[in-house]
């Protein structure tokens, strides 16, 4: 009976001895995991990555140019449009040249269409144009105002303001040519021509009694 009164005694102490797992007062969690942290993990280094190192030293080297960003303005060019004096332009005016005559005027054109203007300009004014040949702008056009004596009877230059003429039927009738050179014509009659007559001009003319035909081709 002893023994096992020993036995029970020993049990109950030993019951009081160790703790119920249940009884122990709960760590607050904080508290937990800082012991965790302090005693079972170790800080790992991060490694570092090459990829962000040259990211971060590129946005290092661009930075100041970002900063320091100059805008270098280029100077335009001179589009100043030089006058140009009005003798010198493309688009001249062309210019005629003219003289007075004894009956008229004669110029020289640059275009036709001048000369042509000139034409009905003196025709208009009840005058004589005549331009000798083929008659370019650049040739001599005439404008010839009718002499005062103009188709009044002559026998000799002396008589008229221009030329004393005769016309193709007199030579026809007189000497039965229409050509002559040198042609005595005694007691003969003409007109007073009424226009100046010049080298290129066709006539017959009369003087001191000889009848003398001029005719010469002009290009």
């Given amino acids: 009976m ?3 009164l020993a036995i029970l005694l020993c049990l109950f ?21 800082k012991k965790l942290s302090d005693n079972t993990l170790e800080e790992i280094p991060e490694e570092e990555s090459p990829v962000n190192e040259t990211t971060e030293e590129t946005l290092d080297d ?3 140019l970002a900063e320091n960003h100059v805008i270098i303005e280029i100077p335009e060019e001179n589009e100043t449009e030089e006058e140009v004096p009005e003798d010198n332009q493309t688009e001249q005016e ?4 003219c003289s007075e005559t004894d009956t008229g005027q004669v110029c020289t054109f640059e275009t036709y269409e001048q000369a042509e203007a000139f034409k009905t300009e003196c025709e208009e004014e009840n005058n004589r144009y005549v331009c000798y040949g083929y008659c370019p702008p650049a040739n001599s056009h005439y ?3 009718k002499y005062s004596d103009a188709l009044t009877k002559c026998d000799d230059n002396d008589d008229c303001e221009g030329y004393c003429t005769v016309t193709r ?4 009738e007189e000497f039965g040519q229409p050509v002559v050179q040198q042609q005595n014509c005694t007691d003969c009659n003409g007109n007073c021509a009424p226009y100046p007559l010049r080298e290129c001009d066709v006539y017959n003319e009369l003087d001191d ?4 035909t001029h005719w010469q081709v002009c290009n």
Avoid: G, H, W, Y
């Fill in 2 to 4: 002893k023994e096992i």
């Fill in 13 to 33: 102490l030993i019951s009081c001895a160790v703790p119920d797992e249940s009884e122990r007062p709960i760590e607050p969690q904080q508290t937990l995991q």
């Fill in 62 to 64: 661009t930075q100041p």
């Fill in 94 to 97: 062309t210019t005629e040249s």
């Fill in 143 to 145: 404008c010839d105002r």
């Fill in 169 to 172: 039927e007199f030579l026809m």
């Fill in 209 to 212: 009694e000889v009848v003398n």
